[in-house]
């Protein structure tokens, strides 16, 4: 009986491994593309935002970015 609790035991933590594996693949993918949307709002958004905050086109609203 020991055993096969052990068995047990072994294939559950095999199960819960590959769910933190697949986890953490998804977090990093998240990651990266939260970073490649921060570079992308940063170097192709924000500089034309600016120009229209320049010339006066802006609501009262401030653009921190994220």
């Known amino acids: 009986e ?9 294939d559950r933590a095999a199960t819960a491994f590959e769910h ?9 993918q998240s990651v990266d593309r939260y970073n490649k949307l921060v570079g992308s709002i940063d ?3 924000m500089p034309t935002l600016k120009k229209f905050e320049d010339a006066g086109a802006k609501s009262g609203k401030s653009l921190d970015g994220p």
Do not use: Q, Y
């Open 20 to 28: 933190a594996g697949k986890l953490g693949d998804s977090i990093r």
């Open 2 to 10: 020991l055993f096969e609790l052990g068995k047990e035991l072994h």
């Open 43 to 45: 170097s192709r958004m």
